[in-house]
């Protein structure tokens, strides 16, 4: 993995963490950026080193989401099970399918099957292969429909 896809990986992680600490606290979203900026993004916590994460790409994800989270959460919404809500929905994995949908949406340059197998990945660390079944066939499910 080159230097800048592992940048995004990170960046990915990041935002995911973010907007999960943003609907848990309610953070507004120019202090939410700000405080990972300050405490986090290549940051060593519990002597653990984070990796360097892209900031711009971390940014507009986050604020991204925000801006766009009604839209996004009716994509979501619409490619959930009948019966199943958004808040039926742990909030990591709000947090992971609100990220990956916004890329899908508004990161044209990113390649589909990139947004959908770096998500994966961010899934690999909060769930088990049945959680990562879940989000693989409904970011691939949303991309048949925003990327057609």
Do not use: C
Request: glycine letters at 6%.
């Amino acid at each position: 993995m080159n230097a800048r896809s592992q940048s995004r990986s990170a960046a990915r992680l990041a935002a995911v963490q973010a907007l999960y600490q943003q609907d848990m606290e309610g953070t507004p979203t120019a202090k939410l950026i700000h405080e990972f900026h300050e405490h986090r993004l290549g940051a060593t916590i519990e002597d653990v080193q984070y990796a360097e994460a892209e900031v711009l790409f971390f940014d507009d994800i986050v604020a991204g989401v925000l801006a766009r989270k009604e839209e996004i959460d009716e994509k979501i919404a619409g490619k959930l099970a009948e019966g199943w809500s958004l808040d039926r929905l742990d909030k990591p994995m709000r947090a992971l399918l609100r990220a990956g949908t916004y890329e899908l949406l508004a990161r044209a340059d990113v390649p589909r099957a990139t947004v959908i197998d770096e998500y994966l990945d961010v899934a690999d660390a909060f769930y088990d292969k049945k959680e990562k079944g879940f989000v693989n066939g409904l970011l691939d499910a949303i991309a048949a429909e925003v990327r057609a």
